[in-house]
Structure formats: C-alpha cells, structure tokens
Nanobody, 120 residues
C-alpha cells in the first residue's frame, strides 16, 4: 500500500505562485515510483498536470501548464513538489498527487487532494 499526502494548497490572486508538496510512504522499498499531479475543477473531469520519473530525469507536462509549473522530487525525503507560477483563475481545482511504477499518465495510487483557488 502506497500512501500519498498532499500539502501546500491555498488561495492566491491571479499571477501569483504556490507550491504543492506530496509525501510518499509505504509501498515496496524496491519500487521506483513515478509521481504525478492531477487536478479536478468543479463539474469537470480529473486531468493530468505533470509527472516526474524516479530519477527526476524525465518530466511530463500538460500543455496548459508548460512554462508555468515545475515538478521536482527529493527521493531522500520521499517528497515531490509542484511549483506553480503565473497562476490563472482556470487553475482553480483540487490537486491530487499520484504514484505509479511506470512513467505513464496511468496512475495506481492517489492522495486525498488539496484545494488551490486562484482569484481574478
């Protein structure tokens, strides 16, 4: 069982920045998990935001966040970070951390989510 705990959500004005954090625990110590971020706005489907491989060498971003969001990780602390800059009202959503054993957009493990609200 892999547990994921998000933190760092909150409210910010358009153009501002927020950092989200994800702490991973449990699972097999031999597994090298890819970590991803997804989001779900009210009335919309959950959508992919960004992903990072175990080594951190490979990253994957949705088009609508490229150049604004940066994903990173610290395997020594079992954490990942999503730095969000130039935030827009349309970035308002519940953000979820996810983990998977492969570098794909198909994830098996999910956190509970953290709210991000961007006001205009």
């Amino acid at each position: 069982q892999v547990d994921l705990l998000e933190s760092g959500g909150g409210s910010v004005e358009a153009g501002g920045s927020l950092s989200l954090f994800c702490e991973l625990s449990g699972g097999s110590p031999r597994r090298r998990y890819t970590i991803g971020w997804f989001r779900q706005a009210p009335g919309k489907d959950r959508e992919f935001v960004a992903g990072i491989s175990w080594t951190g060498i490979r990253t994957d971003y949705a088009e609508y966040v490229k150049g604004r969001f940066t994903i990173s990780r610290d395997n020594a602390k079992n954490t990942a970070r999503l730095q969000m800059n130039s935030l827009k009202p349309e970035d308002t959503a519940v953000y979820y951390c996810a983990a998977n054993s492969d570098f794909t957009r198909d994830y098996n493990y999910w956190g509970q989510g953290t709210q991000v609200t961007v006001s205009s």
